[in-house]
């Protein structure tokens, strides 16, 4: 998926971003003063509170743009929907994929037929058993084209979808099918290893019918929303707040503890702060990276940060002069910045510096360039020296223009910091242009920018996520890039059912893309996380999705 | 009195169309539509969307189906917020704006009309350089600023009050936000009251009743109060939409669900319904205390017939 946070998509970070700046920046960073000394102390026991007590306060990065699971798009709705909604598995508090509605499931030799047995316990908030049925009606809601959901394409691994999205066939021939109640047998047009990433996704939730088919689009107010996971809808406020409560018609309710979830939508991380300081929530979702060491000081451990599955990257344009078939140029620019020093001074050190696309993933070995290892003298001099072979020299300089997202005075500190590297360590004049975040979207779909700034989160932990971005014809390949050696890899990896393979096909297309000097990688998002001690069963984790189900408040004083 | 009243009321009609249309014409003009996203649609798709939302007819259509539209009170479906439509996001938000706005109202005009007539008697003294100067910097220091340190004080430090969030009325989520937002009203009516009222107390007719051996009480309270009002009046016109229809600042810092973070984010996000719909009624109330704050001059003053 994409990224910078974009406001319409499904990361909602930048409007914060552009919302304390509109709050004419000081909103988006109090002053020193805004932080105790030393936080009042929690007293934490090691018995959970009682059930009056099991009240969650959470933050989300924005109000979610709607709570039908068919529409949904952003980071938020994906997380009040990860409470409401149980797809056929789900995810536990590391990340990892747990049976949902789901126990069991089989996939056929050839990776294509996937068949899944679904529990008889599962029911809706109504108290309805939740069927097979239920699945292929929301699938089929998703991909239709009347309903007009940003996220038909998402499913477009399942026999059909994609000709359903456009038009092309009728919503009856969706490559899934219910044998019996409990059966659900899905058709995948290519084996595809992360499918059941996928399958954890809002979109690909059950729906239940009767309540759509009675209230039309007001059938995601409180009410009428009948859901079936371990919360329901309470109450839902826009810009205010989301209450669930607990589902007791859940198939796991007897082990959930939280009796209500109150998610307050809150995009100025400052003001995320203050209000867990003044004990109003339980935990947030991002703090201002120079508050880092202030927050460490003052709350110790109750600060959390962890790596996230993002890559903040600049992109080239191969298509017009100067980058296009300049691999030597491409390769200097990237060189000549000292990764170190911009994690270190301007994300305070929660991010980590990145040589390749691909964020740290279990069992695939990134790519990571030689010239990564060298000193940052060698470095430079590599840079130089590759950069005066592409024809430029102190007499004639690179002269570019990079645009950017108006975003804060983090990113434009950054930026300056980039392009002073370039001018210290190359000679290379690079002037930086920002613009309203909606502007650049559509500037770099009509492929105007040479160089921009981009940023990637992955819509599921698989190497593919990112790969695609240098497809041919993939949308997002804003910079045109194209090259046979990877296409050919990366439809070989594609085609094949087997994991290890296919990483190690993804790790050959990596390879390709760093010779070549492809994208400028910078760091991996990190995720930063202020947690109250008395919080239990809350876990860091790469997707950064942590459901409700999982936690538990354990009896304390103070907050 | 009632002809000028709906004489003024049907000159707002064309006013409103200008500000229709001219917003209309402004939001398409900007680059990027609301479906643009960096995940990018695949065109197909995004032409179902739009054709959902009637974006693929001509712009004149468009703008023509909107006249209609608001005509029957129906400001349209929210694009960003999809499901939700416009009607519901204002008929939502307004309140919580109104209900904070009315108390920040309320307070601006106590304190600032007493600091102000106090000042005035005290003319040269500390009790008129003190306040001032308070209501110097309550006027340049910003809400941005004023906020945050509100919520330093009284939500973190001494956890009296609730650092955000709004809790369907509840008393204790008003109080801060109301502070942040009456601060630089409370100022700006404090120096204009002592301004007039310096001026009004200069004047003969007050001269006139000091020499009659009036008590400075009656002088000020029967006299003196009423043509001191009159600059207030015209300050409070626009002032008292922009106090209600709320703040993004304030909104955004204390996480209240106003239509003021509406207006930007809508316009962030090319939710043309949503900033049209906000507009509008920024544009109506305006054109309506403008006219209140003509009538009540026509009721302070007895110079001005309507």
Redesign the interface.
Known sequence: ????H?????RALL?AL???L???A??GR?DD??L?QAAPAIKVGTQPAPDAEQVLSRQILG?P??L?PS?S?GIPAQHVLDDLFEGLVTIDEAGHIAPGVATSWEISADGLTWTFHLRDDAQWSNGQPVTAQDFIYGWRRTVA??T???Y??ALAPIVNA?DI???KKPVDQLGAEAPDPHTLVVHLVAPTPYFLELLTMAYLAPLYKPAIDQWG??W?QAGHMISNGPFLLSES?????ITLLKNPHYWDAANVRIQKVVY?????P??AT??Y????LDWTNRFVASDTERLTKALGDQVVHGPYFGTVMLGFNNAVPPFKDNPKLRRAMSMAIDRKIITRYIEHGIATPAYNMIPPLAGYTPAIPDWAKLSDDDRHALARKLYHEAGYSDKHPLNVVLTYPTSGPSVRRFMDAIAAMWRINLGANVQLYDV????L???L?MKQPIFFWNAWIGDYPDPFTFMQLFQKGF??NYGDYYDPKFEALLARAQASPDNAERYRLFHQAEQILNDDGAYIPFYYYPTTHLVKPYLKGWKDNVLDRNLSRYMVVLQHEGH | MLRYTLRRLLGAIPTMLVIISLAFVLLHA?????????????P??KK??EH?YHLDEPLYEQYGRYLVQILHGDFGPSY?????RVND?IA??FP?DVGIGSIALALALIFGTAIGILAALRQNSVWDYLPMGIAMLGISI?S??I??VL??IF???L?WL?????SGGDPSHLVLPALALAAPYTAYVARLMRGSMVEVLGSPFIRTAHAKGLPLRTIVLRHAIKPALMPLVSFLGPAVVGIITGS??I????????IG??F??GA???DYTVVLGVTILYGALILLFNLLADLAYALLDPRIRL
């Open positions: 998926m994409f990224s910078l974009a406001p319409a998509g499904r409007p552009l919302l304390s509109l709050a004419f000081a909103c109090h003063a805004s105790p109000s743009r709607t039908d529409l798009t084209p009347a007009a959901s940003e038909a394409q994609y999205s456009t038009g689009d007001a995601i406020v826009i810009n205010g707040h307050y939508p809150i995009n100025d400052s003001a203050s209000r300081l003044a004990g109003e309203q975040w909606k502007v979207l559509q500037r779909q949308a997002q | 900007a680059p990027g539509g609301p479906f643009d996203a960096q995940k990018a649609l695949p197909e798709i179902s969307i959902t960003q917020y999809r499901g939700t996001l939502e938000g919580v910003p941005f600023v906020a945050p919520i330093l939500a973190v430090t956890h609730p650092a955000g969030a709004w993004i600042v909104e955004t810092i204390f996480g209240l669900p106003g973070r509406y930007v984010d962030l996000n090319r």
